[in-house]
């Protein structure tokens, strides 16, 4: 759930009876468990989990790491 501010997110999510998993403050926004009966303000944008992949990354020089990693499916 994102929108102005992850605390303003996390306050929606407990008022809406939610629980909140993680802040993202990155995005402005939670990680969270809502019931399925809850209402929340237009201003919050909710999207159901899903699984994310990373296609590729490099490797910053000097890591010790690998020199590309790349996701499989």
């Known amino acids: 759930m994102t929108g102005a501010d992850a605390d303003g997110a996390a306050r929606a999510?407990?008022?809406a009876g939610g629980r909140v998993v993680t802040v993202l403050p990155v995005v402005r926004g939670v990680a969270a468990q809502l019931p399925g009966d809850a209402t929340l303000d237009p201003a919050w944008s909710v999207?159901?989990?899903?699984?994310?992949?990373?296609?590729e990354a490099a490797t910053p020089a000097g890591t010790g790491g690998a020199a590309?990693?790349?996701a499989e499916r």
């Open 13 to 15: 999510v407990l008022a």
């Open 68 to 70: 590309n990693t790349k």
């Open 47 to 55: 999207a159901p989990q899903r699984e994310i992949t990373v296609a």
